[in-house]
């Protein structure tokens, strides 16, 4: 699959997709301020695999 620019494509919006369902599933946690950092570390164990460290950073600092 990674040998085409196809496959590439492909697994970037598969990766994109999951970023979208990680930043609602982040927004039902509501008040950032109360979360315990083990609610968060939960959800970034969630997502990481599918949606990447990257996309999880962006969403996790525009929560902030």
Not at 12 to 27: G, K, N, Q
């Amino acid at each position: 699959m990674w040998n085409s620019q196809a496959g590439r494509e492909e697994v970037r919006a598969e990766m994109d997709a999951a970023a979208v369902e990680a930043d609602i599933d982040f927004s039902k946690m509501v008040d950032f301020e109360a979360l315990e950092k083990s609610r968060i570390l939960e959800w970034w164990e969630k997502w990481y695999r599918m949606a990447g460290h990257k996309r999880l950073g962006r969403i996790l600092i525009k929560g902030i």
